[in-house]
């Protein structure tokens, strides 16, 4: 069974720093991708970052590029993501999520197991 716990959520003000941490258990595969997505009340679920457990290629979304940066702990494996500069519109619910096979680096859609997310609220 795979599984996939968020945490580090939390609430802080604007221009603040948060960290977010992802353990991943329940498999064996070589090859994956595995990243950050985020959801707002009302919003589609969109890509924030991601990195492939290959070579260590990361990607991000433009509205957190320069203030974000995702890192992997292959070992466990566990990935984190460091959000800095933080702003009110980066308030969402962020999941963990892996994906095995064929991998678009930001699409939900390819993305086979997901967390059950953490709660980031920031204040203005």
């Known amino acids: 069974e795979v599984q996939l716990v968020e945490s580090g959520g939390g609430l802080v003000k604007a221009g603040g720093s948060l960290r977010l941490s992802c353990a991943a258990s329940?498999?064996?595969?070589?090859?994956?991708?595995i990243g950050w997505f985020r959801q707002a009340p009302g919003k589609a679920r969109e890509g924030v970052s991601s990195?492939?457990?290959?070579?260590?290629?990361?990607y991000y979304a433009d509205s957190v590029k320069g203030r974000f940066t995702i890192s992997s702990e292959n070992a466990k494996p566990t990935v984190h993501l460091q959000m800095n500069s933080l702003k009110p519109e980066d308030t969402a619910v962020y999941y963990c999520?892996?994906?095995?096979?064929?991998?678009?680096?930001?699409?939900?859609?390819?993305?086979?197991?997901w967390g059950q997310g953490t709660q980031v609220t920031v204040s203005s």
């Open positions: 990195i492939m457990s290959m070579d260590g290629t990361t």
């Open positions: 999520a892996i994906s095995i096979g064929t991998m678009t680096p930001l699409s939900p859609r390819n993305y086979d197991y």
């Open positions: 329940g498999f064996t595969f070589d090859e994956y991708a």
